[in-house]
Every structure is written in structure tokens, then in C-alpha cells.
């Protein structure tokens, strides 16, 4: 059976813009990056988005008391 060329979407074309595909004999060059997963990257992930959550966590309550003065400020 013959496989379909498959063609890209218009709306990705848009957002991304035209993509030339690899010839067969670049792709035997390049090894797949994505395949690949390095497990220190996923623990660097995963600190800053616990540093990230820990900072917003700690400046709730700061964005609720000054809120008020907020909406205050904005209606006069």
C-alpha cells in the first residue's frame, strides 16, 4: 500500500511558515534528538517549576492586600 504524502495543515503553515522535510540521507546523519531524554534536564525542570510555584505561592498574599488599593486607584 502507498503511504500518502502528507501535507501540511494551512493554519500551521501560517503560524510556522513552510518547512522543507530531510532528504532520507540527512536524516541518516542526524541522530533523533527527541528520542533521547536526559534525566538531569527533567530534574532542572522540575526545581524551577517548584521555584516558580514556591514565588507565587509567597506573593499571594501580597497581591491580596494590595488589591484594594488597586481597584480603588482604577475607579477614581
Same mark, same amino acid.
Given at each position: ?11 500551521? /503553515? ?9 532528504? +532520507?540521507?540527512?536524516?541518516? &546523519?542526524?541522530? &533523533?534528538?527527541?528520542? =533521547? =531524554? ?6 532542572? $525542570?522540575?526545581?524551577? /517549576? =517548584? ?7 509567597? $506573593?499571594?498574599? $501580597?497581591?491580596?492586600? +494590595?488589591?484594594?488599593? /488597586? ?6
Amino acid at each position: 500500500m502507498e503511504q500518502k504524502e502528507r501535507r501540511p495543515h494551512p493554519f500551521d /503553515i501560517m503560524v510556522m511558515g513552510r518547512r522543507e522535510e530531510p532528504s +532520507a540521507a540527512e536524516e541518516e &546523519d542526524h541522530p &533523533d534528538y527527541e528520542t =533521547e =531524554e536526559d534525566p538531569q534536564d527533567n530534574e532542572d $525542570l522540575m526545581s524551577h /517549576i =517548584e521555584n516558580l510555584m514556591t514565588a507565587v505561592s509567597d $506573593l499571594k498574599p $501580597l497581591f491580596h492586600k +494590595a488589591m484594594p488599593f /488597586i481597584t480603588k486607584w482604577t475607579k477614581s
